[in-house]
């Protein structure tokens, strides 16, 4: 079976995206490190303060998206249709997302070249004195929330299960064995929060799994869920192996294995690398139903092999571990 999907998208603004007080960040920010006013009137000269705001505005249009996707489905009757695979490809785009960007990064994407533009998006959001583009300084930063972000995701989605009984293997053998898997490979993950004069296309954040030193939060390259379960009579026993592939701390800087390297550049770690992490989850529940009434007791282990995350433990913790080991019991009713 092949399959298709094109689909309009759209997401109204929040109550807090509208309504939340504009308020000047305290305390004042300057004109220094990453919010260096590097104009040929002001370069020479020392720090100074701006006012930088940031609030609710009431002035935003819904986010709009386009998603395609396109694939296939493969299920041979000759397996008695117990075995299914599919393959699916998706491209995913978002405009007019709703966000708001720190006064260095207007700064720097406006005033980084030595020079300001009136066309430029970024310098727009900046109230020079006397409206002189050349020589006013810096008065006030909008960081207001705002329609300004573009996201642009495409990758490759895979599936595969199979189901058999034991008894067509063996007549002594009982029960039903069952295996999936789900696997998302993303190619390319972009923020156009990520564009400056280093990156004018912006940073491919596909393989950065890392929350530390800045920049947009990434997707990791290749994850993968697989699950094996055996059921006979009222018992069930399970496994689930999770993966997620070696990925960056930040796709924007380069670390010592990475083609240029160098102490010198300010774009340079000493450790970019996040190692493949695979975790193993076991389960087993025993059914008490009867007379209609649905019920079971169970018993899970998380992270059976106490993997630590890896480090700095700050990282992303919507992929990795951070409890190490756990258990869970519980009942679960159904009328």
């Known amino acids: 079976m092949f399959r298709s999907t094109l689909s309009r998208d759209i997401r109204a603004p929040t109550l ?16 220094s490190g990453a919010n260096a006013d590097l104009r040929p009137a002001f370069v020479s000269l020392p720090a100074y303060a701006f006012d930088s705001f940031t609030g609710g505005n009431t002035n ?3 986010e709009g998206s386009k998603t395609f996707t396109a694939g296939f489905v ?3 009757r000759a397996l008695k249709d117990r075995v299914q695979f599919s393959v699916d490809f998706y491209r995913i785009r978002v405009r007019d997302a709703i966000g708001a960007i720190g006064s260095s990064t207007i700064i720097q994407n406006c005033l980084g070249g030595g020079s300001a533009q009136a066309s430029n998006p970024y310098c727009q959001l900046i109230t020079f004195a006397n409206n002189d583009l050349t020589n006013g300084a810096i008065v006030a ?5 705002a329609n300004f972000a573009e996201f642009r995701t495409k990758g490759l989605d895979f599936a595969f299960s199979v189901q058999q009984p034991l008894n067509e293997v063996s007549a002594n053998l009982p029960g039903r064995l069952s295996f999936t898997t789900q696997a998302t490979h993303v190619i390319e993950y972009r923020a156009s929060t990520d564009v400056s004069l280093l990156y004018p296309n912006g940073v491919n954040r596909a393989g950065q799994t890392g929350a530390l030193f800045g920049g947009t939060a990434g997707l990791p390259s290749w994850s993968v869920n697989a699950n094996l379960d055996y059921r006979v009579a009222k018992f069930d026993i399970n496994a689930q192996v999770r993966y997620i592939s070696q990925s960056h701390q930040n796709n924007a800087l380069i670390g ?6 160098s102490t ?4 340079s770690i000493n450790n970019n690398i996040i ?11 025993y059914d008490l139903g009867r007379d209609g009434v649905r019920s079971e007791i169970y018993l899970t282990v998380n992270n059976v092999t106490d993997k630590d995350p890896p480090l700095p433990a700050i990282n992303n913790n919507a992929y990795y571990d951070l409890l190490g ?7 679960r009713f159904g009328f």
């Open 16 to 31: 807090p995206e509208l309504y939340t007080a504009n308020v000047s960040t305290l305390p004042r920010p300057v004109t």
């Open 325 to 331: 080991r756990s258990y869970r019991v519980g009942v």
């Open 74 to 76: 493969v299920q041979p």
């Open 264 to 267: 010198t550049l300010f774009n």
């Open 275 to 285: 190692p493949a992490v695979t975790y193993l989850n076991l389960g087993i529940s």
């Open 60 to 62: 935003l249009k819904p």
């Open 141 to 145: 930063v909008n960081g207001a929330n």
């Open 256 to 261: 010592p294995v990475e083609s240029g390297y």
